[in-house]
T-cell receptor, first 111, second 115 residues
């Protein structure tokens, strides 16, 4: 059974205070690790997909990295509009490519 | 380009009733998946459809079913509703099935409340 664990559960930041979110996974046949952002009452918004260890992707203040056992989502100089729940999901051949999600990290950025 | 469209957005049903939720994927996308999101369990996979065939199924009772039409639109049905079925039901679409590199996009979801 895939295990996807996200930490911390919640993160409170001051505007401009950079930080990192962690997603650790145990899966066979990883085909992709996905990061999504979810605002209250809305569906998950796609951010990144990472496929192999060492890969990095960036979008505005967000940067995602991947190792063989975990992924990090770095938030640089966050703004209040970055407040959301960030979800990590893995896709693997052993589970027919369905997404297995972590519980998410809720980020609150104070002005 | 239109995103994944789900209807209805909100609905309230009574225990024992049944409900049908609809999903229109992004144009050109042929794979549709359904997920249930609750505060306690998070996002859990329900099933996936591709070319009108169910390809994968999660650990949910038989009361949960779905189908896909030739235009890739999909519906899911929950019969004999229970209070525990109250959740956000999310539809996701992607280009193909079992293809690495597919970006998976989600709709805004259908909020179901069972009373």
């Amino acid at each position: 059974e895939d295990q996807v664990t996200q930490s911390p559960e919640a993160l409170r930041l001051q505007e401009g205070e950079s930080s990192s979110l962690n997603c650790s996974y145990t899966v066979s046949g990883l085909r992709g690790l996905f990061w999504y952002r979810q605002d209250p009452g809305k569906g998950p918004e796609f951010l990144f997909t990472l496929y192999s260890a060492g890969e990095e992707k960036e979008k505005e203040r967000l940067k995602a990295t991947l190792t063989k056992k975990e992924s990090f989502l770095h938030i640089t100089a966050p703004k209040p509009e970055d407040s959301a729940t960030y979800l990590c999901a893995v896709q693997a051949t052993v589970n027919d490519y369905k997404l297995s999600f972590g519980a998410g990290t809720t980020v609150t950025v104070r002005a | 380009k239109a995103g994944v469209t789900q209807t209805p957005r909100y609905l309230i049903k009574t225990r024992g009733q049944q409900v049908t939720l609809s999903c229109s994927p992004i144009s050109g996308h042929r794979s549709v998946s359904w997920y249930q999101q609750t505060p306690g369990q998070g996002l859990q996979f329900l099933f996936e459809y591709f070319s009108e065939t169910q390809r994968n199924k999660g650990n949910f009772p038989g009361r949960f079913s779905g189908r896909q039409f030739s235009n890739s639109r999909s519906e899911m049905n929950v019969s004999t509703l229970e209070l525990g079925d109250s959740a956000l039901y999310l539809c996701a679409s992607s280009l193909g099935y079992r293809v690495s590199g597919n970006t998976i996009y989600f709709g805004e979801g259908s909020w179901l409340t069972v009373v």
